[in-house]
């Protein structure tokens, strides 16, 4: 049932580009686990090993507090429809503020959204895949525009103020370092 490779393949990119949702594990030492579903068209596959995906601004901001202490992620998708299975890519990541030298040529990669606050550069020592057959099937209906249309009526100005009240620190007080590294929201 379940497989490990060293790398992806076409089949596994193919099958990536087709979810429109995944999800985001980091940790600690002493953390708590984070797990985070993403969505908004926000991941590339950038290699065999390397994937990106662009994180807006959400309630927390876990995920670079963990990366920034311990940088192990695992990104999970799984087939909603079609054929099952669930796709794991295990690896190191790192954190990209506005303010870093490779965010202009790395956001450009997307599609600008309202609230862009941190890209995160995940280099994949594992994929594995397993069988999904206890993933149920959904019907996929249309994107959520909520997050994006809050980001846009909080404006530039209004993102930074709110990160730096809600995004400073993770639940066990970890450093997101948002704001020393990031310029204006794009």
């Not at 991941?43 to 995920?63: D, H, P, Y």
């Not at 941190?118 to 099937?137: K, N």
């Not at 100005?157 to 639940?171: A, C, M, P, T």
């Amino acid at each position: 049932m379940g497989q490990q490779f060293n790398a992806l393949s076409d089949k596994h990119i193919n099958f990536i580009a087709a979810q429109k949702v995944f999800f985001v594990g980091t940790a600690t030492e002493n953390s708590k686990v984070n797990i985070s579903p993403k969505g908004m068209d926000s991941i590339r596959i950038l290699g065999s090993n390397r994937a990106i995906w662009l994180n807006v601004t959400g309630s927390g901001n876990e995920t670079a507090a963990h990366v920034q202490t311990c940088p192990r992620m695992t990104i999970m998708f799984m087939a909603f429809e079609g054929n099952p299975m669930i796709l794991r890519l295990y690896g190191t990541a790192r954190v990209i503020h506005q303010g870093d030298p490779e965010w202009p040529e790395l956001y450009s990669l997307f599609k600008p959204l309202p609230g862009a606050r941190q890209i995160f550069d995940l280099s994949i020592e594992l994929v594995q895949t397993s069988c999904g057959m206890a993933v149920p099937f959904y019907d996929y209906v249309g994107d959520r525009e909520l997050l994006s249309d809050w980001a846009s009526k909080q404006g530039d100005e209004g993102i930074k103020n709110y990160w730096e009240k809600k995004n400073q620190v993770s639940l066990d007080g970890e450093a997101t370092h948002i704001l020393l590294k990031s310029s204006a929201p794009q």
